[in-house]
């Protein structure tokens, strides 16, 4: 699963296509928080993408989102629970911790919505016709069927 998942980062993201060890590295993260499932894998990807380009300066919180609240390159929200009992620091220190944490939160997002299409867009907090939520749902359905 591991070649599949580094298969997906690399196909959308121009940024780890030249940082391949960094690829390797978010692939074996993934898999590990995924557990087998190849659709969170690819719910991992298109949100860590849609998030944050995997600019490196998120990954370890240099820079982060809403004021500070936001952060890893899933850019996990401190106030809508996405923390769960992690704290800031220890998110920032590792991305195996922040993408389990962005696993759990989309299983739950999933739950709650009945679908990854669901899950994609309540992650961002936007609706389905929201051009963000549009961008992830069409890599999603990309790298999962090869179709746009």
């Not at 995924?34 to 380009?53: F, H, I, K, N």
């Not at 929200?77 to 922040?98: I, M, P, Y």
Request: hydrophobic share 45%.
């Amino acid at each position: 699963m591991t070649a599949y998942v580094l298969a997906a980062l690399l196909a959308i993201s121009p940024v780890l296509r030249r940082d391949v060890p960094r690829a390797e590295r978010y692939a074996a993260d993934i898999v590990a928080a995924s557990q087998g499932d190849r659709d969170l894998a690819l719910a991992l990807v298109v949100t860590a993408e849609g998030e944050s380009t995997f600019l490196a300066s998120r990954e370890n919180c240099r820079t982060t989102g809403d004021a500070g609240k936001s952060v890893t390159i899933y850019q996990l929200h401190k106030d809508f629970g996405a923390w769960g009992n992690s704290s800031r620091e220890d998110l920032c220190a590792s991305n195996t911790l922040a993408t389990k944490r962005a696993a759990d939160w989309l299983v739950m997002l999933r739950i709650r919505t009945g679908g990854w299409r669901g899950a994609i867009r309540a992650y961002i907090g936007a609706d389905l016709g929201d051009p963000r939520a549009q961008r992830r749902i069409k890599n999603f359905r990309y790298l999962k069927f090869g179709v746009i």
